[in-house]
């Protein structure tokens, strides 16, 4: 009967092992999936869907999903809007851009990464300038991952052709100037032409010439800095410098060598260096000695996900993201790296960017429901008063005003 009894007890023993051994089997074979969003094509989203398949590879119980939503940030996050307005969850993780880190943290709900596991050898990694840029309220809701600052592109012919030294751009706004009515005046190119699809590269020079985009939470680009930065820039349209172009069309223009001079992304090397082989890079120019304050341009990653298991993947992947060996991938779109460790260079064209790394200041964010608005309505006074349609001081003032009354609410 003993016998009997422990050979049953035996038995039950083993059955149990065996089903609590298959429960594991079951819980580790379990793959969570979680969709990354984000606003890249071509090149950028190929290099992207490799580090993806690479990630996927090396973890067989996640799988990140490559969801790309062409256009710019601001509709990928309109997008967003329109997913939770249908009672759906957001996506797992989105690459926002940096001036709408604040907006996205706090409109989704973006997880505090300081609080995940091991996050303090995960932010290590990082340029401590870089990783600042995807701070909000002190807390740290998301890493860089597209990073770019503004470089001065410009075509060393052009140069030789008005009798200046291609080995010597222009270092201060003022040589610009200089350069420029020089080129006007002894070739058939326009001078230069700046950036403008965004407040990118307007934050740029208001905050390199002292100004502020914003103080104690307020709009405060209204200042005399800021004034001698928009007359500076309104009067290369005025003198015929800039051509009144669209920005697409300007790019083009370059490309085909039609303009000297080109103020934008160092992320556009990338298409530069397959159509203008002529190309040089510099530094962007200084407002005098002032120290220059470069915001950031590009993305940075952050987890939206509701639910523990989907932000510990997203969180997984983030990591992945933080390594070198994904870098090296990514920094084939032409965005520079953000990490500590070296990234073997994409192009020696950006070292000048590289260097500007110690100037990198966040993009101004604009909070609250109307966030998304700020952007396009500071473009908008900005180009009437690049036209000429209205006075530098005005313009500037009614932008102010009106995105200080939207701040209101």
Not at 36 to 55: A, K, P, S, V, Y
Not at 297 to 311: D, M, N, T
């Amino acid at each position: 009967m003993k016998k009997h009894s422990v050979k049953t007890f035996l038995g039950i023993c083993i059955l149990l092992s065996l089903v609590l051994s298959c429960a594991v089997v079951t819980s580790a074979g379990e793959v969570v999936e979680i969709e990354f969003w984000h606003r890249w094509t071509g090149g950028h989203n190929e290099q992207l869907q490799q580090i993806i398949d690479d990630f996927n590879a090396q973890n067989p119980s996640i799988r990140v999903k490559n969801v790309p939503s062409p256009g710019e940030y601001l509709p990928l996050l309109q997008r967003i809007l329109t997913k939770l307005a249908a009672g759906e969850a957001p996506p797992d993780m989105v690459a926002t851009g940096y001036f709408l880190m604040d907006y996205t943290a706090n409109t989704f709900g973006a997880v505090n990464l300081g609080r995940l596991p091991g996050c303090e050898e995960i932010f290590d990694r990082y340029i401590p300038a870089t990783l600042e840029i995807c701070q909000v309220d002190g807390k740290q809701c998301g890493v860089p991952l597209a990073l770019s600052n503004q470089v001065l592109y410009y075509n060393p012919e052009i140069f030789i052709a008005a009798g200046l030294d291609p080995e010597k751009p222009p270092k201060t706004w003022d040589e610009l100037y200089e350069y420029a009515k020089i080129i006007k005046d002894k070739t058939d190119k326009y001078a230069l032409y700046i950036q403008n699809p965004d407040t990118w590269m307007m934050a740029a020079l208001i905050e390199s010439n002292g100004g502020r985009m914003k103080v104690d939470g307020r709009a405060a680009f209204n200042g005399p800095e800021a004034v001698e930065v928009m007359e500076m820039w309104a009067r290369f349209y005025r003198e015929g410098l800039i051509p009144q172009i669209s920005y697409n069309e300007a790019v083009r223009a370059f490309q085909a060598g039609q303009i000297a001079m080109h103020p934008s992304s160092i992320m556009g090397l990338v298409n530069y260096r397959e159509t203008s082989p002529w190309l040089r890079v510099s530094e962007l120019p200084s407002f005098g000695s002032k120290p220059k304050r470069q915001t950031s341009g590009g993305a940075g990653v952050v987890i939206l996900s509701r639910e523990a298991k989907r932000q510990d993947a997203a969180w997984e992947f983030i990591k992945y993201l933080s390594t070198v060996e994904a870098m090296e991938t990514w920094v084939k779109t032409g965005y520079l790296s953000p990490l500590k460790a070296d990234v073997p260079l994409y192009d020696d064209r950006q070292i000048p960017a590289y260097e500007q790394l110690g100037n990198m200041i966040p993009w101004v964010n604009w909070p609250g429901p109307f966030g998304l608005e700020m952007d396009q309505l500071i473009m908008d006074w900005r180009d009437k008063i690049l036209f000429g349609q209205v006075g530098v001081e005005e313009g500037l003032n009614k932008a102010v005003e009106q995105v200080n009354s939207k701040l209101r609410y």
